[in-house]
């Protein structure tokens, strides 16, 4: 099994509806991390958590929200879906010694149509 | 603040040819510097990264990294690819103290040629 799993790997929703991506790791690190991938943009950094009741917004934060449910568990959730957040997005943990490495999901590609 | 530039969106290379990807940081701090690849349909993989230490760092696949602290870079070098580097090549940066929040590079796809 893979060390940080996403769900779904891919999804088409329309705009306006709400959803939820979901992210669980068995590294048994506190950090855990949501990315988003654009073509030329790279990855920025949507929202970060550094234990269960520590959330903190990163560089895209808007029209984003996330749950911590527990140290293995941190899904995005996008309140109402528009096009311009049809991206690929990537989960990921690193241990709590600081960012000396982080393991990545296999990522979950999004349309909104 | 910190931040990556790659230089290269797209580097064509005939198989077996040397090959390196271009990174450059800035940052007021002391920092972390890795490089990660990303195969197709896959998530980001750890190449290889620099903590401290030697600035000469050896990572997977025969890939190496030069830390230069004077010229700001981390350039990223194999002596011969191979058809499977074909792969997209993320530099990035976190600071080696406190928060230590990482920034990622635009990407350099390495496209070999046969």
């Known amino acids: 099994d893979a060390d940080v799993t996403q769900t779904p790997r891919n999804r088409i929703t329309k705009t306006g509806k709400r959803i939820m991506l979901e992210c669980s790791q068995t590294?048994?690190?506190?950090?855990m991390y949501w990315y988003r991938q654009d073509p030329g943009l790279g990855l920025r950094l949507i929202y970060y958590?550094?234990?269960?009741?520590?959330?903190n917004k990163g560089e895209i934060s808007d029209g984003y929200s996330v749950s911590r449910q527990a140290q293995a568990k941190f899904s995005l959730s996008l309140e109402s879906a528009i096009p311009n957040q049809t991206a690929l997005y990537f989960c990921?943990?690193?241990?709590?010694?600081?960012?000396?490495?982080?393991?990545f999901g296999q990522g979950t590609r999004l349309t909104v149509v | 603040a910190q931040s990556v530039t790659q230089l290269d969106s797209q580097v064509p290379v005939f198989e077996e040819a040397p090959v390196e990807l271009r990174c450059n940081y800035s940052?007021?701090?002391?920092?972390?510097l890795f490089w990660y690849v990303q195969y197709p349909n896959q998530g980001l993989q750890l190449l290889l990264k620099?903590?401290?230490?030697?600035?000469l760092v050896k990572g997977i696949n025969g890939f190496e990294a030069e830390f230069n602290k004077s010229q700001t870079s981390f350039h990223l070098r194999k002596p011969s690819v191979h058809i499977s580097d074909t792969a997209e090549y993320f530099c990035?940066?976190?600071?080696?103290?406190?928060?230590?929040?990482?920034?990622f590079g635009i990407g350099t796809k390495l496209q070999v040629i046969p």
């Open positions: 990921a943990t690193s241990s709590g010694q600081g960012f000396t490495e982080a393991f």
């Open positions: 590294k048994g690190h506190d950090r």
């Open positions: 958590s550094f234990d269960v009741k520590d959330i």
């Open positions: 940052s007021s701090v002391s920092v972390y």
């Open positions: 620099y903590l401290s230490g030697s600035t």
């Open positions: 990035a940066v976190s600071q080696s103290g406190g928060y230590q929040k990482v920034t």
